[in-house]
């Protein structure tokens, strides 16, 4: 076999196996080196590898010596000098201290997420829980919706007169408030509506068409909404006036004793 042929079957460059056939170890590298590349030959050839590399140690024992030595080398010897002992005895002593109590960068990290997340929490159960303050509105006096006079008929039937109070006895005795309102909604379209009973709030948000609902307050209602027209109501049994027209949005409807009648169809306008 030639050193060519070698070189393809062990993959080791011709040169450094033309140096080993020459035993020119000077000009190869390191002695462990050496025997890597005696063994890869002796394989390829079919020799006993064992042999060979006893021949090759027997035959240069400097080479063999410094591989012991850097063996040696890669084994750190041990302290003889006491007082380096004594130090690092109380270095390793103090390291396994700190060992003990010192946390590992993605435990804190997670620790740290974990509290974010837990004050995040807090801070919304904390804001969700708060009560809604009633409204703040202006201290204006309100405006009262204008009274719709009650139409009477040009062809009246026989037996009555042009009194309006005879054509509608409802109107002539306006409901009393004394006891109190109740207010009976119905939402002809999507309306948002705030309404305050007593100064507590006992609606808010968008409420569908179709719906009916129903409070009662001792002394005054105080109604925010943003679709005047979308809205029927009755006040105590009596069918009110519309609050505004489709899509006008209201903020100052307050419904008491003073302003009540005027909030009635076809009710008298208050006494001065």
């Known amino acids: 076999m030639t050193v060519a042929e070698i070189a393809r079957q062990t993959k080791i460059s011709?040169?450094?196996?033309?140096?080993?056939?020459?035993?020119?170890?000077?000009?190869?590298?390191?002695?462990?080196?050496?025997?890597?590349?005696?063994?890869?030959?002796?394989?390829?050839?079919?020799?006993?590898?064992?042999?060979?590399?006893?021949?090759?140690?027997?035959?240069?024992?400097?080479?063999?010596?410094?591989?012991?030595?850097?063996?040696?080398?890669?084994?750190?010897?041990?302290?003889?000098?006491?007082e380096l002992q004594d130090f690092r005895a109380a270095k390793d002593q103090k390291g396994k201290r700190r060992r003990?109590?010192?946390?590992?960068?993605?435990?804190?990290?997670?620790?740290?997420?974990?509290?974010?997340?837990?004050?995040?929490?807090?801070?919304?159960?904390?804001?969700?829980?708060?009560?809604?303050?009633?409204?703040?509105?202006?201290?204006?006096?309100?405006?009262?919706?204008?009274?719709?006079?009650?139409?009477?008929?040009?062809?009246?039937p026989a037996g009555t007169t042009g009194d309006p109070a005879a054509?509608?006895?409802?109107?002539?005795?306006?409901?009393s408030f004394a006891a109190g309102?109740?207010?009976?909604?119905?939402?002809?379209?999507?309306?948002?509506?705030?309404?305050?009973?007593?100064?507590?709030?006992?609606?808010d948000g968008i409420q569908a068409a179709g719906r009916e609902t129903s409070f009662t307050a001792s002394e005054e209602f105080v109604i925010q909404i943003g679709n005047a027209g979308g809205v029927s109501y009755i006040l105590n049994g009596r069918p009110g006036i519309p609050f505004g027209a489709t899509g006008s949005v209201r903020t100052d409807i307050r419904i008491n004793r003073e302003t009540a009648a005027g909030y009635l169809r076809q009710a008298p306008a208050p006494a001065a």
Not at 14 to 43: H, S
Not at 167 to 175: D, R
Not at 182 to 195: E, G, N, P
């Open 181 to 203: 309102f109740k207010l009976d909604l119905r939402f002809t379209a999507d309306t948002w509506i705030q309404l305050t009973a007593d100064g507590r709030i006992v609606l």
């Open 100 to 156: 003990g109590v010192r946390l590992q960068p993605w435990v804190l990290t997670v620790l740290i997420v974990l509290l974010l997340a837990a004050v995040v929490c807090l801070v919304l159960i904390y804001f969700q829980s708060r009560p809604k303050p009633a409204p703040v509105l202006p201290s204006a006096s309100p405006r009262v919706p204008a009274i719709i006079k009650p139409e009477v008929p040009v062809d009246q």
């Open 14 to 82: 011709a040169r450094l196996l033309q140096n080993l056939e020459d035993e020119r170890f000077d000009l190869m590298p390191e002695p462990f080196f050496v025997k890597g590349v005696l063994k890869a030959y002796v394989r390829a050839v079919g020799g006993d590898e064992a042999r060979f590399l006893a021949l090759y140690q027997e035959a240069h024992p400097t080479a063999a010596q410094a591989a012991r030595e850097a063996a040696a080398a890669a084994t750190p010897a041990r302290i003889n000098r006491p």
């Open 167 to 175: 054509a509608n006895p409802a109107a002539a005795n306006p409901p």
